[in-house]
């Protein structure tokens, strides 16, 4: 798809009449300039859903990007058009001070344009790729996450494996190669591996399956610990005055509720040990760890 025509030609041109003596060719220049990111910035999107299964989302995604980076860039041009320099409007009685109140105004809106695509890309590609997502342990799907991230972590595990042992085959018998169970793929990289060092004989390096082992034991114990900790019962303790503190295994929180708005220093104590306001669950919550399960307990000791 070709995005030149979110800009109008007439506005890309009329933005450099005053700073450039072929402002038609700068304004094509520039309408160019801007289709080929988009397409560009597209493209990578587009890689990103295929590899987060999010395909349906994109077009979404995409438009709200484009969206906000057209508005940004029609915001530059009508301030660029507002600039002038003295080469173009001549030096005799050249305002200098308006014109570089304009200069500042335009590098402001540049800055805007630029800083505005990096952040929509970075948040574009956090809604596509939801398996890059940070597994928390709160989360309702974490020990189904985690037991995907085993099965791919094993896949590789044995893949790895796979090839080395190939390879090691390979060197001997190289016709053993054509009966492998491999892809071509696989089977090209063989051929063409040259050990860069000595302790790398074959094409996964001893190290990559080390860390990879250790990265199947940690989300092992990593899934037994969650699957105990959805397991245990909430513990409950209260006050006379009506405070309860809970804690809460299964969501991984520490709960105080207060039965009113508490004072402001103990507001700013809860919020210095990182708990937060919840308005859905009506409480002050944080993380559960030894130090917030502690400091609740200092509201009942």
């Not at 289709?35 to 989302?57: M, S, V």
């Not at 004072?263 to 210095?272: G, I, M, P, T």
Request: contains cysteine.
């Amino acid at each position: 798809m070709n995005y030149i025509n979110d800009i109008s030609e007439s506005l890309a041109v009329s933005a450099f009449h005053g700073t450039s003596f072929s402002p038609e060719k700068r304004g094509a220049a520039y309408r160019n300039d801007y289709a080929a990111t988009l397409q560009a910035d597209y493209e990578t999107l587009a890689r990103h859903a295929d590899k987060g299964g999010t395909l349906d989302k994109l077009a979404e995604e995409f438009e709200r990007y484009r969206a906000g980076y057209r508005r940004r860039m029609t915001a530059w041009l009508h301030s660029h058009s507002r600039c002038i320099s003295s080469m173009i409007a001549g030096p005799s009685n050249f305002p200098v001070r308006r014109a570089q109140k304009r200069n500042d105004i335009e590098h402001k809106r540049m800055g805007e344009l630029i800083h505005f695509r990096e952040r929509a890309i970075r948040a574009a590609i956090r809604n596509l790729r939801p398996d890059l997502a940070p597994i928390m342990a709160g989360d309702a799907d974490a020990i189904e996450r985690l037991q995907d991230k085993l099965s791919r972590l094993e896949f590789l595990q044995a893949n790895m494996k796979k090839i080395n042992a190939a390879h090691k085959a390979y060197k001997r018998k190289p016709e053993t190669l054509l009966d492998a169970d491999l892809t071509e793929q696989e089977k090209d990289m063989i051929r063409a591996y040259v050990p860069a060092y000595s302790w790398e004989p074959h094409p996964f390096a001893p190290f990559q399956l080390t860390n990879n082992g250790a990265t199947i034991r940690q989300t092992k114990a990593r899934i037994e610990q969650l699957t105990a900790a959805k397991a245990a019962p909430t513990q409950t303790k209260e006050c006379a005055n009506g405070l309860r503190v809970e804690d809460c295994p299964a969501d991984n929180r520490v709960r105080v509720f207060f039965p009113g708005k508490p004072e402001a220093d103990v507001r700013a104590a809860l919020k210095s040990k990182g708990f937060r306001w919840s308005p859905t669950i009506g409480a002050w919550q944080a993380y559960r760890n030894t130090w917030s399960l502690q400091f609740a307990q200092t509201f009942i000791a």
